[in-house]
């Protein structure tokens, strides 16, 4: 896995948020699913992580937002918890499959990923998190690489045209999102192998 993906452990992060600015608008949910390889060098999913999370004090919550998540961030059968113990929580397998696969780091895979990115970052900052697994800016976005494989960006579509099942009633949920976003890109990354790309950048480079 190190060598795949030079040393980055790609990490699959969905977001479900309060709004689109990652500085001022309340994070919801997060989600995480960690992938693995076997023995073929075929990327698998491992596991999988979600929290609640309770807005943040003096967070924004934009209604357009929450209406169309459908999410009551005060509802108590939701069992948030605070932002920074939900990021920590989120962190803490995370950092061990990075060392689990002799990573130096993990890359975060998102559709969007920028969106998803932006959000885990400012949480980590107000959190003072020291140890942000994350690479500090790239990532692997699936919008764009199902752009390139599939032809369509919009991830209930892309599932579709890559025979991946997807239930609209559950999208919007950050791990739903994030398994989703998990096959989709394990296929893109299986399919580029089958089709020997991989194998002509391990001749390229060695």
Known sequence: ???????????????????????TDALLEIAAVTLTMDDDGN??????????VEPFEG???????????????YNPLRGAIPEAEA?????KPIRKAVKAHSCKRAILVGH?????????????????IKRNPFHPFSTFDT????GLAVGHTVLAKSC????????????????????KTAELF???????????GWQMMEDRYE
């Open 1 to 23: 896995m190190s060598n795949r993906f030079r040393g980055y452990l790609p990490v699959v992060i969905d977001v479900e948020t309060a709004g689109f600015n990652a500085q």
């Open 112 to 128: 969007n990923a920028s969106f998803d990115h932006g959000f885990v970052t400012a949480a980590s900052e107000r959190c003072d």
């Open 59 to 73: 967070a924004n919550l934009e209604k357009a937002a929450l209406d169309f998540t459908g999410i009551d961030p």
């Open 160 to 179: 579709d045209l890559a025979d991946i099942d997807f239930d609209g009633n559950q999208a919007h949920s950050a791990l739903y999102d994030t398994m």
């Open 143 to 146: 919008a764009t690489l199902a």
């Open 43 to 52: 990327l698998l999913i491992d596991e999988s992580y979600e929290f609640n």
């Open 87 to 91: 990021m920590e929580k989120i962190f």
């Open 186 to 196: 394990c296929m893109i990354v299986n399919r580029w192998k089958d089709l020997g």
